[in-house]
């Protein structure tokens, strides 16, 4: 790796704020309210409580320490080890990259909804609830029959990814100084948009029936193994980690910072977070069961379906304020998304381009946010939501459950656990003790193989994904091991940088 100087985050401040607005994003609102819904309610809240604890924080500890200890992104943690292990740096930078190249086209379709909201362009009344869907797959995606038919560039969508994008590449280009200053806005506008949503939601007629739903314990469900998958799978995904970003972002903290403390605080932001959010989402929702005099099950509350078919349909409904309400809510995917994608961009792929080649910051980011958006404009085509579709489960299931179950082993058994948690503990008010050892060593990797050979070797190889083409499904596995191979020829490549990158 070439040798650089470190930028710092300008603050404490600034860093918790950019690392809490890294973590939270899309998923908070359009995943784990579903899931709690889904698994059992309040019971739910146990096995996530639990998959925290036991996964997410210790997770979150390991890179942050690692990233400061070596001062370096994911790839020159992992040379640092040992150089043969540079590869698994790598990898998840490739999984980075694939993940923001199409996080940031549902921003832009974020922003589009935010423009349509003001008019309620879907439909108002029954018009609404009958137009929502087809306004979304028609008007917006202009959705082909398949993955084989991409169609044209869906040109509205291409123009608010092209401002997505200019808005990342002036926010990035500064590096972590600026970034943590825009995240404290990033952070706290949603923050206020999600009370606002809440209190909406909670002001409409059936919103109790709801939330009821939202947190009725089933104690039952305990025993039920696919609730344990969903709350470690939920761990998983909703901490950005995996992704390489937050090794960069620890690597920015000052090496006499209290990380342990800094982990903690991100990952219970995060998870309050999405737990407030449920309220606003189920509220809605049982506003539209009342409304529509339909069972619970027949709402979708979950992904894409949640945030641009369903609310819309609750929108064209609203007594008073429709427009509003729906000029706020996709505002606040958009400030959602956009802290997040400035981290998976930055922490993720930039960061670590520096590191190894010793290019300024200037030059990295306009290289990377060029790449990233020619290869999103693919999400923007008629077949573009069938290749989002199967590169998250590519990169944002398989990528990051199988690079974080590797960098966790790698780092329990060949740095050494105890190591590092002598390294955490010599600078934190939070002493942990040999049992983190063991946590990082074997509870997270198991968990997170548990949650990729459960929920997807099992499924996938017996049948092709979402009953896809099967070369279409088979490109999850063609993507795995093309950007694997780019992993070890990025080790490969021998670099001569400079002692010092000003990043200007």
């Known amino acids: 790796m070439a040798e650089v100087t470190r930028e710092r985050w300008t603050s404490r401040y600034y860093f918790l704020f950019a690392a809490i607005g890294s973590a939270i994003g899309l998923g908070n609102v359009w995943r784990f309210p579903y899931m709690t819904y889904e698994y059992g309610g309040g019971a739910f809240l146990i096995a996530w409580i639990i998959g925290l604890i036991v996964m997410g924080i210790p997770w979150m500890m390991m890179e942050f320490g690692m990233g400061r200890y070596f001062q370096r992104g994911a790839p020159g943690v992992f040379e640092g080890i040992g150089k043969k292990w540079e590869w698994l740096g790598w990898w998840p930078v490739f999984m980075a990259f694939l993940i923001v190249t199409y996080y940031t086209v549902i921003i832009a379709w974020s922003l589009r909804y935010a423009v349509s909201s003001a008019t309620v362009a879907w439909g108002a009344g029954e018009a609404g609830v009958a137009g929502a869907a087809p306004y979304f797959f028609g008007e917006i995606l202009n959705l082909s029959s398949g993955p084989g038919v991409l169609g044209g560039l869906q040109w509205p969508i291409v123009g608010f990814l092209a401002l997505v994008w200019v808005a990342l590449f002036f926010i990035m280009y500064k590096g972590a100084g600026v970034i943590g200053k825009v995240a404290v806005w990033t952070v706290t506008i949603p923050w206020a948009l999600l009370v606002i949503l809440m209190i909406r939601g909670l002001t409409l007629p059936g919103a109790v029936d709801g939330l009821n739903y939202y947190l009725t314990p089933d104690m039952a469900v305990l025993g039920n193994i696919d609730v344990w998958f969903g709350a470690f799978s939920q761990i998983a995904f909703t901490l950005s980690l995996g992704m390489a970003g937050m090794f960069a972002y620890g690597s920015f903290i000052a090496k006499k910072a209290d990380v342990t403390n800094n982990a903690f605080i991100t990952s219970l932001s995060n998870c309050a977070t999405s737990f407030f959010a449920g309220f606003a989402v189920f509220s809605t ?118 690079t974080g179950a590797l960098a966790c082993i790698v780092v329990g058994w060949v740095y050494g656990a105890g190591r590092l948690r002598e390294h955490l503990n010599e600078t934190s008010d939070i002493k942990v003790g040999a049992w983190f050892d063991w946590l990082l060593k074997v509870v997270v990797p198991a968990g997170l193989l548990f949650v990729v050979i459960y929920g997807g070797f099992m499924k996938d190889i017996a049948t092709p994904y979402e009953g896809y083409p099967l070369w279409a499904a088979s490109m999850i596995w063609v993507i795995l091991a093309v950007t694997l191979g780019l992993s070890f020829v990025l080790q490969a490549v021998k670099t001569k940088g400079p002692k010092e990158v000003s990043g200007e």
């Open 285 to 402: 929702v049982g506003f539209i069961m009342q409304a529509l005099s339909i069972p619970v099950g027949e709402v979708s509350a979950a992904g894409l379906g949640l945030a641009f078919v369903t609310y819309p349909v609750a929108i064209s409904m609203m007594p008073a304020a429709a427009a509003l309400t729906g000029i706020i809510f996709f505002l606040c995917l958009f400030f959602l998304g956009i802290d997040s994608a400035f981290f998976l961009t930055y922490g993720g792929v930039i960061s670590p381009l520096m590191d190894k080649f010793g290019w300024s910051r200037v030059k990295t980011t306009a290289i990377v946010c060029v790449i990233a958006f020619l290869i999103g404009l693919i999400y923007t085509t008629g077949g573009g939501l069938y290749w989002l579709d199967i590169v998250d489960r590519t990169a944002c299931f398989y990528g990051l459950l199988i």
